[in-house]
Protein backbone atom coordinates (compact mmCIF):
# COMPACT_ATOMS: atom_id res chain seq x y z
CA UNK A 1 0.00 0.00 0.00
CA UNK A 2 1.09 3.46 -0.84
CA UNK A 3 -0.13 6.64 1.27
CA UNK A 4 0.53 10.21 -0.19
CA UNK A 5 0.77 13.08 2.56
CA UNK A 6 0.52 16.74 1.74
CA UNK A 7 1.35 19.72 3.35
CA UNK A 8 1.79 23.44 3.06
CA UNK A 9 -1.07 24.63 2.28
CA UNK A 10 -2.85 27.88 4.11
CA UNK A 11 -4.27 31.15 3.81
CA UNK A 12 -1.79 33.94 2.10
CA UNK A 13 -3.12 37.12 0.61
CA UNK A 14 -2.83 38.38 -3.20
CA UNK A 15 0.57 38.08 -3.81
CA UNK A 16 2.12 35.83 -1.73
CA UNK A 17 3.45 32.37 -1.99
CA UNK A 18 3.17 29.01 -0.68
CA UNK A 19 5.29 25.78 -1.30
CA UNK A 20 3.00 22.16 -1.00
CA UNK A 21 4.99 19.24 -0.44
CA UNK A 22 3.46 15.43 -1.00
CA UNK A 23 5.76 12.10 0.70
CA UNK A 24 5.05 9.07 -1.00
CA UNK A 25 5.73 6.06 1.54
CA UNK A 26 5.03 2.56 1.32
CA UNK A 27 5.82 -0.44 -0.82
CA UNK A 28 7.77 1.64 -3.35
CA UNK A 29 9.96 0.29 -6.23
CA UNK A 30 9.55 3.12 -8.30
CA UNK A 31 7.21 5.91 -8.54
CA UNK A 32 6.30 7.41 -12.52
CA UNK A 33 5.45 10.77 -13.08
CA UNK A 34 3.61 12.60 -10.03
CA UNK A 35 1.66 15.77 -10.51
CA UNK A 36 -0.54 18.30 -8.44
CA UNK A 37 -4.31 19.20 -9.15
CA UNK A 38 -6.76 21.36 -7.85
CA UNK A 39 -10.16 21.79 -7.32
CA UNK A 40 -11.92 25.11 -6.78
CA UNK A 41 -15.76 24.83 -5.03
CA UNK A 42 -18.09 24.21 -8.05
CA UNK A 43 -15.34 23.59 -10.49
CA UNK A 44 -13.81 19.91 -12.14
CA UNK A 45 -10.25 19.06 -10.59
CA UNK A 46 -8.18 20.54 -13.02
CA UNK A 47 -4.31 19.60 -13.70
CA UNK A 48 -1.91 22.40 -12.34
CA UNK A 49 2.14 20.74 -12.83
CA UNK A 50 3.18 17.44 -13.76
CA UNK A 51 6.86 16.03 -13.19
CA UNK A 52 7.82 13.02 -15.01
CA UNK A 53 10.76 10.56 -13.21
CA UNK A 54 13.37 12.03 -15.81
CA UNK A 55 12.54 15.65 -14.54
CA UNK A 56 10.69 17.01 -17.66
CA UNK A 57 7.43 19.45 -16.76
CA UNK A 58 4.45 20.83 -17.99
CA UNK A 59 2.10 23.43 -16.61
CA UNK A 60 -1.19 24.55 -17.21
CA UNK A 61 -1.11 28.25 -18.37
CA UNK A 62 -3.23 29.57 -15.90
CA UNK A 63 0.18 29.14 -13.57
CA UNK A 64 2.93 29.48 -15.78
CA UNK A 65 5.54 31.51 -14.66
CA UNK A 66 4.15 31.61 -11.42
CA UNK A 67 4.41 27.88 -10.53
CA UNK A 68 7.85 25.42 -10.06
CA UNK A 69 7.12 21.44 -9.68
CA UNK A 70 10.24 20.25 -8.56
CA UNK A 71 10.86 16.68 -7.18
CA UNK A 72 13.23 14.73 -4.75
CA UNK A 73 13.50 11.37 -6.21
CA UNK A 74 15.41 9.87 -2.94
CA UNK A 75 12.69 11.53 -1.10
CA UNK A 76 9.75 10.29 -3.10
CA UNK A 77 8.36 13.92 -2.57
CA UNK A 78 7.38 16.36 -5.29
CA UNK A 79 6.90 20.11 -4.47
CA UNK A 80 5.12 22.86 -5.82
CA UNK A 81 6.23 26.19 -5.30
CA UNK A 82 3.80 28.64 -5.31
CA UNK A 83 4.49 32.66 -6.00
CA UNK A 84 2.69 35.57 -6.95
CA UNK A 85 -0.66 33.84 -6.01
CA UNK A 86 -4.56 35.33 -6.61
CA UNK A 87 -7.81 34.69 -5.63
CA UNK A 88 -8.36 32.52 -8.36
CA UNK A 89 -5.37 30.19 -7.18
CA UNK A 90 -7.97 29.41 -4.14
CA UNK A 91 -8.79 25.13 -3.99
CA UNK A 92 -8.08 22.66 -2.57
CA UNK A 93 -4.80 21.13 -4.41
CA UNK A 94 -4.18 17.18 -4.36
CA UNK A 95 -0.94 15.28 -5.26
CA UNK A 96 -1.50 12.34 -7.63
CA UNK A 97 1.23 9.56 -8.84
CA UNK A 98 1.38 6.09 -10.07
CA UNK A 99 3.69 4.03 -8.22
CA UNK A 100 5.14 0.09 -9.13
CA UNK A 101 5.28 -1.49 -5.81
CA UNK A 102 8.20 -4.29 -5.26
CA UNK A 103 5.77 -6.58 -6.14
CA UNK A 104 5.62 -5.32 -9.79
CA UNK A 105 1.67 -3.78 -8.94
CA UNK A 106 0.56 -0.70 -10.28
CA UNK A 107 -1.68 1.45 -8.75
CA UNK A 108 -2.28 5.68 -9.28
CA UNK A 109 -2.98 7.01 -6.12
CA UNK A 110 -4.35 9.92 -4.75
CA UNK A 111 -3.06 12.90 -1.43
CA UNK A 112 -5.94 13.57 1.08
CA UNK A 113 -5.62 17.07 -0.36
CA UNK A 114 -4.40 20.89 1.15
CA UNK A 115 -6.39 23.72 1.10
CA UNK A 116 -4.94 26.83 -0.33
CA UNK A 117 -6.69 30.02 0.58
CA UNK A 118 -5.69 33.28 -1.04
CA UNK A 119 -7.47 36.88 -0.29
CA UNK A 120 -7.52 40.00 -2.17
Known amino acids: QVQLVESGGGLVQAGGSLRLSCAAS????????MAWYRQAPGKQRELVAR???????NYADSVKGRFTISRDNAKNTVYLQMNSLQPEDTAVYYC??????????????WGQGTQVTVSS
Open 96 to 109: NTGVFSQRGDYGVY
Open 26 to 33: GTIFSINA
Open 51 to 57: ITSGGST
